[in-house]
Nanobody, 118 residues
Framework: QVQLVESGGGLAQPGGSLRLSCATS????????MGWYRQAAGKQRELVAF???????SYDVAAKGRFTISRDEISDTAYLQMNSLKPEDTAVYYC????????????WGQGTQVTVSS
């Protein structure tokens, strides 16, 4: 059974930091691109960042320079370090795993709420 379990969300003040974690099980982590998406209230889900099995990372323009995505091949966990948080970063953040070997194999976590407010 595939599971992606996010944690680390919560309330942060503007300018603060949070670190999201996505613990995976039931997949071959080494062949999955790991991504973080977010969905603000009333808006469509959008890609924040992704990291390839080789460690190459890409970021949405809003996240670049403030967020860092990483992955740990030992614990099969992906991370999103979020610094200099802004109120507009408030959203539900979802972890995504997409296989590079089998087209269509894609999995989602349940989401974790991030609220940035003073």
């Amino acid at each position: 059974q595939v599971q992606l379990v996010e944690s680390g969300g919560g309330l942060a003040q503007p300018g603060g930091s949070l670190r999201l974690s996505c613990a995976t099980s039931g997949i071959d982590f080494s062949i999955h691109v790991m991504g973080w998406y977010r969905q603000a209230a009333g808006k469509q889900r959008e890609l924040v960042a992704f990291i390839t099995p080789g460690g190459g990372a890409s970021y949405d323009v809003a996240a670049k320079g403030r967020f860092t995505i990483s992955r740990d091949e030992i614990s099969d966990t992906a991370y999103l370090q979020m610094n200099s948080l802004k109120p507009e970063d408030t959203a539900v953040y979802y972890c995504n795993a997409r296989s590079v070997r089998v087209i269509g194999n894609e999995y989602w976590g349940q989401g974790t709420q991030v609220t940035v407010s003073s």
